[in-house]
């Protein structure tokens, strides 16, 4: 698997998602610059975390109209596999690659902090590393990560399978306590409709090494790189 990693003027996740990519893979990733108008020819597209032109306007607004950006949504809309994670979530709302926003925690504080995740489906490219029904422990670290969607468009997403994860309990129960920031059913990640693109709040990137303290994240890219050779 060959991976692509963008790079926008406040990212800060960037090296750590190479890592764990490259340690999945066994095959270096190429940074790709925001000013940059083409892709390489790569398996996999991701759209790492921090704070993307410094969050100005709204979380990911500048960063989805970046010279790069109009050529990831050129390239998924031809089925090319696209990650995005935290401040990359929010990137691909605005992009309009996936449905929904990504709006102020309901506590309106920072959180950054391990939480539980409900694996809705494995059956994607990006959850296949997991099971359907697991629970996974993975770090959080964002200001604006609670996802709202009008009640039609959810309906419609729970219909189509393109929630991908849900906070919840330790035990996997989707209640308000095991949800951080106020999203939307409890919705974590969500899928756009063929599954090729999938934006999630929580870094599988932090959870990826014994070292960091955990491997659910590792998980993750591992069955991401297996889907992809």
């Known amino acids: 698997m060959k991976a692509a990693v963008i790079v926008f003027p406040g990212s800060n996740c960037d090296r750590d998602i190479a890592v764990a990519l490259e340690q999945s893979s066994g095959n270096p990733v190429t940074m790709v610059w925001h000013r940059d108008s083409a892709l390489p020819k790569v398996d996999l597209v991701v759209i790492p975390g921090g704070f993307a032109y410094g969050d100005y306007l709204r979380c990911g607004a500048m960063a989805a109209h970046s010279p790069i ?34 709006m102020r925690n309901a506590s309106l504080k920072y959180l950054c902090k391990d939480v539980n995740l409900k694996v809705e489906t494995s059956q994607s490219l990006f959850t296949s590393g997991w099971t359907t029904g697991q629970v996974v422990r993975i770090p959080i670290g964002h200001g604006d990560g609670n996802y709202f969607a009008d009640n039609d468009t959810l309906n419609r997403m729970e219909d189509r399978g ?68």
């Open 162 to 229: 393109q929630v991908a994860l849900r906070y919840c309990s330790e035990q996997g129960a989707i209640d308000a306590g095991g949800n951080p920031n106020g999203s939307a059913r409890n919705i974590a990640g969500v899928f756009n409709d063929s599954k090729t693109v999938l934006g999630m709040m929580p870094h599988p990137e932090r959870l990826s090494d014994p070292a960091l303290g955990g491997t659910d994240g590792k998980d993750m890219f591992d069955g991401i790189a297996r889907a992809l050779t």
């Open 69 to 102: 950006m109009r050529e990831v949504v050129r390239a998924a809309g031809k089925g090319q596999p696209v990650l995005g994670i935290c401040n990359g979530f929010q990137v691909l709302t605005e992009a309009g690659l996936l449905p929904g926003v990504l």
